[in-house]
């Protein structure tokens, strides 16, 4: 018999009227506390928080990871040029809005965390606290290269086979340890299958189009306001892969610099991002939540 899913399944609709889908997952007994919304990278979903969001849901927190727009169970968007942060953020506004969510901690995975300063931005208080997983107001155009070179480009996948190297191919710098099992799993989160048995990304391709159009400019942003806004005014907690590529050190001793209160942590030997079932990762995240309201 296959294990009961842990989550109900939501939607919601963006503010342009598209259907968007978040995994909601039921708060074990505790007293109230606020939610936690958790926000995937660029070309994932929200099976990214398959094994952080149930241990979450157990500690007493309701759990939504969401899918952004374009991405897993959510409508993929008529115009390609709302494929950004803003636009992203807005929607997780609407999703609050209807679900009657007041105020969330928010977990947001690389690009998660460039929607979370985006909405601490657009409505302050709905932020409780953030946890920021490999991202920064600043990032290294080497990473960023290497995720705009494989974004949004066409793949052959013939089986299931071919996804798992695929999975491993593009994402083995980040996960050095993982085993065949490991990328197995990988890649049954990243890769959905159609009905008529075709296996593909589980994501619009249009997702690059802003960023091509945005040419350089879009490989080196610059949000520093945006992150000082949000670390110096709510509790923060950076979590960086000790190999990452898109976060580099430089970049992460700048960030506590900049906000000396932000709990950190990394994980090593993981790159970006790191998936927050890591030992290092889920310590830090339970030890900075148990100090929140």
Same mark, same amino acid.
């Not at 209160?261 to 030992?279: I, Q, R, S």
């Given at each position: 018999?296959?294990?009961?899913?842990?989550?109900?399944?939501?939607?919601?609709?963006?503010?342009?009227?598209?259907?968007?889908?978040?995994?909601?997952?039921?708060?074990?007994?505790?007293?109230?506390?606020?939610?936690?919304?958790?926000?995937?990278?660029?070309?994932?979903?929200?099976?990214?928080?398959?094994?952080?969001?149930?241990?979450?849901?157990?500690?007493?927190?309701?759990?939504?990871?969401?899918?952004?727009?374009?991405?897993?169970?959510?409508?993929?968007?008529?115009?390609?040029?709302?494929?950004?942060?803003?636009?992203?953020?807005?929607?997780?506004?609407?999703?609050?809005?209807?679900?009657?969510?007041?105020?969330?901690?928010?977990?947001?995975?690389?690009?998660?965390?460039?929607?979370?300063?985006?909405?601490?931005?657009?409505?302050?208080?709905?932020?409780?606290?953030?946890?920021?997983?490999?991202?920064?107001?600043?990032?290294?155009?080497?990473?960023?290269?290497?995720?705009?070179?494989?974004?949004?480009?066409?793949?052959?996948?013939?089986?299931?086979?071919?996804?798992?190297?695929?999975?491993?191919?593009?994402?083995?710098?980040?996960?050095?340890?993982?085993?065949?099992?490991?990328?197995?799993?990988?890649?049954?989160?990243?890769?959905?299958?159609?009905?008529?048995?075709?296996?593909?990304?589980?994501?619009?391709?249009?997702?690059?189009?802003?960023?091509?159009?945005?040419?350089?400019?879009?490989?080196?942003?610059?949000?520093?306001?945006?992150?000082?806004?949000?670390?110096? $005014?709510?509790?923060?907690?950076?979590?960086?892969?000790?190999?990452?590529?898109?976060?580099?050190?430089?970049?992460?001793?700048?960030?506590?610099?900049?906000?000396?209160?932000?709990?950190?942590?990394?994980?090593?030997?993981?790159?970006?991002?790191?998936?927050?079932?890591?030992?290092?990762? $889920?310590?830090?995240?339970?030890?900075?939540?148990?100090?929140?309201?």
């Amino acid at each position: 018999m296959a294990a009961a899913i842990p989550y109900v399944e939501r939607r919601w609709k963006s503010p342009d009227g598209l259907d968007l889908f978040a995994r909601d997952y039921a708060p074990g007994p505790a007293p109230a506390r606020p939610p936690v919304i958790a926000i995937h990278g660029l070309t994932r979903n929200s099976a990214d928080f398959d094994a952080i969001a149930p241990l979450l849901a157990q500690s007493g927190r309701r759990v939504l990871a969401i899918d952004v727009r374009g991405r897993g169970l959510s409508d993929r968007a008529p115009d390609p040029m709302t494929y950004t942060p803003e636009v992203y953020a807005r929607d997780v506004l609407a999703l609050m809005d209807q679900a009657a969510i007041d105020r969330a901690v928010f977990v947001g995975t690389s690009m998660g965390g460039l929607i979370t300063m985006a909405l601490t931005a657009i409505r302050p208080r709905a932020v409780v606290a953030a946890i920021l997983n490999d991202i920064g107001p600043e990032v290294s155009p080497e990473g960023l290269a290497r995720i705009a070179g494989y974004s949004g480009q066409p793949v052959e996948i013939g089986s299931w086979a071919d996804a798992t190297a695929y999975a491993k191919r593009i994402n083995a710098v980040a996960f050095p340890h993982y085993t065949d099992a490991d990328w197995a799993a990988f890649a049954r989160r990243i890769f959905r299958q159609q009905p008529d048995g075709e296996i593909g990304l589980d994501y619009d391709p249009d997702i690059a189009v802003p960023i091509r159009a945005a040419g350089a400019k879009a490989l080196v942003p610059n949000l520093w306001p945006f992150f000082r806004r949000l670390a110096k $005014k709510k509790p923060t907690l950076l979590v960086r892969g000790a190999t990452s590529d898109l976060l580099s050190l430089a970049i992460a001793e700048k960030m506590r610099k900049a906000a000396p209160t932000m709990a950190y942590a990394e994980v090593p030997g993981v790159g970006h991002a790191p998936m927050l079932d890591e030992v290092e990762a $889920k310590a830090a995240i339970f030890e900075f939540l148990a100090e929140l309201d």
